[in-house]
């Protein structure tokens, strides 16, 4: 066991963690707790990644990951030819680290009830070989209560070390944004939500000095629990009312973007009015689920809450409006798309990532197969397996042979690759009169005009 943290003076800690001399164990090594332990490994902490998958183990200790993070790949490589990261499916090596991070997911129920089995294992597992001095650090998405009524005393019951008094235990929720998680992780103030105040003083210690981030304070780890519930269900209402100002401006005939960015001007509190874009349905792992966590939340306590089922409402309708969108722009060139040859470009649910969990594109690709149109998918981020989770047909390879003889191009995700190859150069390769469905309002409408298609962006 190497040298313990929780339980040593405030000095001891920032010197122990200034000079690295406690290493990070994190549990968990899927989307999240990738980013952090390469981050941190990056960063120069010993850092050893836990998984029960031998799959992702052997590959991070191949230098390798297929999570889909821009940058990732290189940090993994890098750290885990020089040591300071590596893998393994043996929870005995959390001794030999002062710091536990757990990462593990909580996918939803049928009910739309958080499913914590996950938690629950890795809380027998890491209580299985807790020690005096250990802090663990809780990072999945949870609802309230979850750290101090199951994960705590399964930890307490395990080891037979109390919280508080032999290890330190936090909830510490994770608000990085895929596409961006590398920079945000370095950026983004951490909420600490601890069991005493010496697991947040060495939670903000750690986070301070291993990310370079301040930490927020708040009174008890269900406190905390709630912060990441109420961040995404912000994010998610805030895109319906931006999807539904979207739809009634497609019928007015002006630009929501241009209501969106004038509206944004306005000082309210303290800080502007913040309306996020619209877009073509709303994806991802959290956004789709953490609303129906706080609906679940308001059932158990006898609440019936209007809020997250009308911001799931609207945004799960999302799809389905941008299919009637291109069966009115088709419509106006005098075409159907049954007789159309479509190209989609961009199934992953986030512009410039390749992740396909929960996106939205796959019920506008469906429609799409359902009408019997001729269909050409291309995604540069995308690989094979991950493909199959939004649709059977094999990707085309390359824009150009995708958008080929297309009476309409529908981006689904504006990766940054489909901005790269000249407008004109895609008007070329497509049909006579080929509409241009922009579902992630990332082109300039003037300059797809000019290169000669029928524009259309979600309420432009």
């Known amino acids: 066991m190497v040298e313990g943290v929780f ?62 993070e821009p940058g990732l790949s290189e940090i993994v490589a890098n750290n885990v030819r020089v040591g300071r990261l590596r893998a393994t499916s043996d929870f005995t090596a959390i001794a030999d680290n002062g710091f536990v991070i757990v990462t593990v997911g909580t996918p939803l129920g049928p009910d739309y009830e958080p499913i914590v089995d996950d938690i629950e294992a890795a809380a027998r597992a890491v209580g299985k070989n807790l020690r005096k001095g250990h802090l663990i650090i809780l990072k999945s998405t949870v609802p309230p209560d979850t750290t101090e009524k199951l994960f705590k005393p399964i930890l307490e019951e395990v080891s037979g070390l109390t919280a508080g008094v032999d290890f330190g235990l936090a909830f510490c929720p994770e608000r990085i944004a895929e596409g961006q998680a590398i920079k945000e992780l370095t950026s983004i103030p951490i909420v600490v ?52 100002m979207a739809k009634v401006c497609d019928r007015l005939g002006m630009d929501a973007l241009q209501v969106i960015h004038a509206a944004n ?27 129906w966590f706080v609906n679940h939340l308001g059932e158990s306590l006898g609440l019936e809450l209007s809020i997250p089922r009308t911001s799931r409402t609207v945004n799960d309708a999302m799809p389905a409006y941008t299919y009637g969108l291109l069966t009115e722009l088709l419509a106006d060139q005098g075409k159907t798309i049954e007789a159309s040859k479509i190209a989609v470009l961009g199934i992953a649910f986030k512009n410039n990532t390749g992740d396909c969990r929960l996106t939205p594109t796959k019920y506008v690709v469906e429609l799409l197969e359902e009408s019997g149109c001729g269909l050409a998918i291309h995604d540069p981020w995308v690989m094979g397996e991950e493909a199959h989770m939004v649709t059977k047909i094999p990707l085309t390879a390359d824009i150009e042979s995708a958008v080929n003889g297309a009476d309409a191009l529908v981006v689904l995700a504006g990766h940054r690759e489909f901005h790269q190859i000249p407008l004109a150069r895609l008007a070329e390769l497509t049909a006579g009169g080929c509409v241009f469905l922009d579902g992630r309002n990332s082109f300039d409408p003037a300059a797809v005009r000019a290169a000669g298609f029928v524009y259309k962006g979600i309420g432009r």
């Open 7 to 68: 339980g040593r003076s405030d000095a001891e800690i920032d010197l122990l963690v200034r000079g690295m001399r406690s290493g990070i164990a994190v549990v968990g090594f899927g989307y999240i707790g990738t980013v952090i332990g390469a981050v941190l490994a990056d960063r120069g902490w010993p850092v050893t990644g836990i998984d029960v998958r031998q799959s992702v183990v052997d590959e991070i200790n191949l230098g390798k990951t297929t999570v889909p």
């Open 193 to 244: 939500g601890a069991v005493d105040e010496l697991s947040a003083r060495a939670c903000s210690t750690l986070f301070r000095h291993a990310l370079g981030v301040e930490s927020i304070v708040v009174d008890d780890p269900r406190t905390a629990e709630m912060v990441k519930l109420a961040d995404n269900l912000w994010i998610d209402l805030n895109v319906a009312m931006a999807n539904e």
């Open 265 to 291: 001007s306005m000082p309210k509190g303290s800080h502007n009015v913040n309306i996020l874009m619209p877009s073509m349905g709303v994806g991802g792992y959290c956004l789709t689920k953490d609303p």
